[in-house]
Nanobody, 124 residues
Framework: QGHLVESGGGLVQAGGSLRLSCTAS????????MAWFRQAPGKEREFVAL????????FYADSVKGRFTISRDNAKNTVYLQMNSLKPGDTAVYYC?????????????????WGQGTQVTVSS
């Protein structure tokens, strides 16, 4: 059974940076597409970024494009989300997800495995 564990969240001032990590185990996650989603209080879970299993194909939500960078190290079964120029509107619980079929979709229903989430809070 597969497991995803996120880390790296915390409290940061607006304009600051954080790097989230998602460590996978139990399944061949290096062959899956991986993504980050986020959910703010009272809002739907929304897509943030994805990376295909090759590591060379990425896609971002418009709201984070140019500020966030997704990457992966398949040897370590880890996916990263580097977040720069953070804004209060980025405050949310951030979730890592895996898509067995490596489709590269932005819809959360496409994803087969989910982590428990890590809180990111950006103060103004």
């Amino acid at each position: 059974q597969g497991h995803l564990v996120e880390s790296g969240g915390g409290l940061v001032q607006a304009g600051g940076s954080l790097r989230l990590s998602c460590t996978a185990s139990g399944r061949p996650f290096s062959t899956y597409a991986m993504a980050w989603f986020r959910q703010a209080p009272g809002k739907e879970r929304e897509f943030v970024a994805l990376i295909r299993r090759s590591g060379t194909s990425t896609f971002y939500a418009d709201s984070v494009k140019g500020r966030f960078t997704i990457s992966r190290d398949n040897a370590k079964n880890t996916v990263y989300l580097q977040m720069n120029s953070l804004k209060p509107g980025d405050t949310a619980v951030y979730y890592c997800a895996a898509d067995i079929a490596d489709v590269g979709a932005t819809f959360r229903y496409r994803y087969d495995y989910w982590g428990q989430g890590t809180q990111v809070t950006v103060s103004s």
